[in-house]
């Protein structure tokens, strides 16, 4: 079993079992599908799709199963490959945003200006504010900056987070103290 069988079998769903759409949205024959599938059904040793003839109608009760299966692993899959980008660019990121055009004409200019000479501080939609302060503090002298290494949004189980959670709840707070 290979994430290339569980791919196609996923996609043959999606495509409403029509194979020639399937090898075509997987760049790759129909021949290539059709064995992939029965390389997989062989070593399982259970028909996952429901047939006439060489075409496929359905999916069989264990291919149901198996269905939901195969979505949840590639969802996680998805999901690590992303846990390893995110670890592995720290440092770098995009910010996108979207507003009106007088925000972006009046307001945001100044607002950016404020973030210019920061590298790292932003990580796909999220702007890091532990990053933000870490860069503000240390530019005005501060050498020794510590921070809770969790984020409250990537961590359902333990935060409340306002950005997850669309404005419903989480609150921030810092503590800065001189010695």
Same mark, same amino acid.
């Given at each position: ?9 996923? $996609?043959? !769903?999606? &495509?409403?079992?029509?194979? #020639?759409?399937?090898?075509?949205? @997987?760049?790759?024959?129909? *021949? ?35 269905? $939901?299966? !195969?979505? &949840?692993?590639?969802?996680? #899959?998805?999901?690590?490959?992303? @846990?390893?980008?995110?670890? *592995? ?91």
């Amino acid at each position: 079993m290979n994430f290339q069988q569980l791919r196609i079998v996923r $996609e043959t !769903v999606r &495509r409403n079992f029509n194979l #020639t759409e399937v090898a075509g949205s @997987l760049f790759t024959s129909q *021949s290539g599908v059709s064995k992939h599938i029965k390389d997989l059904e062989d070593e399982l040793g259970v028909e996952l799709f429901v047939r006439r003839g060489k075409r496929l109608l359905g999916l069989t009760d264990p291919g149901k199963e198996m269905v $939901e299966i !195969v979505e &949840r692993m590639l969802v996680d #899959t998805a999901n690590i490959k992303r @846990l390893g980008e995110q670890f *592995s660019n720290r440092e770098q990121g995009q910010i996108v945003i979207a507003t009106t055009h007088t925000q972006a004409r009046y307001v945001l200019p100044k607002v950016l200006s404020e973030f210019a000479d920061l590298q790292g501080v932003a990580n796909g939609r999220m702007l890091s504010l532990n990053a933000v302060a870490q860069r503000k503090l240390q530019a005005r002298g501060v050498t020794l900056v510590d921070s809770f290494p969790l984020c409250t949004s990537c961590h359902p189980e333990l935060f409340f987070s306002h950005r997850r959670d669309n404005g419903v709840t989480g609150r921030q707070a810092g503590l800065v103290w001189l010695t």
